[in-house]
T-cell receptor
Framework: NAGVTQTPKFRVLKTGQSMTLLCAQD?????MYWYRQDPGMGLRLIHY???????AKGEVPDGYNVSRLKKQNFLLGLESAAPSQTSVYFC??????????????FGAGTRLSVL | RKEVEQDPGPFNVPEGATVAFNCTYS??????FFWYRQDCRKEPKLLMS???SGNEDGRFTAQLNRASQYISLLIRDSKLSDSATYLC??????????????FGPGTSLSVIP
């Protein structure tokens, strides 16, 4: 049972380069999320999706784009990477939007360094 | 004031000790609460939900105090394997929770032999 799978696990970019992070879930969840985690900051929501073909901005969306062409996949793109985007990125998914049942399942994370 | 605050620690406790963490939240309309656990360089995982009446799962007890707007996590008989960062998670509303889930910065626990 794979759950939530993120690729790649590690990446080093030069400033200005672009890349796409892939998130795949096999739990048939409607809701998917991209977070970044920085020391002392907690998890911050970048973008999220409430279903196939829909996306919305979270708390820190600048510099990122997302797409949800298939229900099971949620892609996070960095068009022109900046050192401030050095972080650990987590994808998550959840079954229900009901607060009490909105348990989020996370992928293993992608460690990105932008030089 | 941050929306969700936690004492960052680290809490260094000996095996077998009892340790408690608190988490405060600013939005009085918050509806649901969770504790997640995050091991070093791993992803967060749900530890337990927090119910209004309080709830227990083995050595772990979670409590909610709505009047004072805090939740707590008590770990009894600490094990080495309990060493991790504990994240407090707050959902402000029941209807539109997916975009408003707030993760606290976490409290670091190290259980020492």
């Amino acid at each position: 049972n794979a759950g939530v799978t993120q690729t790649p696990k590690f990446r080093v970019l030069k400033t200005g380069q672009s890349m796409t992070l892939l998130c795949a879930q096999d739990m048939n969840h409607e809701y998917m999320y991209w977070y970044r985690q920085d020391p002392g900051m907690g998890l911050r929501l970048i973008h999220y999706s409430v279903g196939e073909g829909t996306t919305a901005k979270g708390e820190v969306p600048d510099g990122y784009n997302v797409s949800r062409l298939k229900k099971q996949n949620f892609l996070l793109g960095l068009e022109s990477a900046a050192p401030s985007q050095t972080s650990v990125y987590f994808c998550a998914s959840s079954y229900s939007r009901s607060g009490g049942k909105n348990i989020q399942y996370f992928g293993a994370g992608t460690r990105l360094s932008v030089l | 004031r941050k929306e969700v605050e936690q004492d960052p620690g680290p809490f260094n406790v000996p095996e077998g000790a009892t340790v408690a963490f608190n988490c405060t939240y600013s939005n009085s309309a918050s509806q649901s609460f969770f504790w997640y656990r995050q091991d070093c360089r791993k992803e967060p995982k749900l530890l337990m939900s927090v119910y209004s009446s309080g709830n227990e799962d083995g050595r772990f007890t979670a409590q909610l105090n709505r009047a004072s707007q805090y939740i707590s996590l008590l770990i009894r008989d600490s094990k080495l394997s309990d060493s991790a960062t504990y994240l407090c998670v707050v959902n402000p509303t029941m209807k539109t929770s997916y975009d408003k889930v707030i993760f606290g910065p976490g409290t670091s626990l190290s259980v020492i032999p």
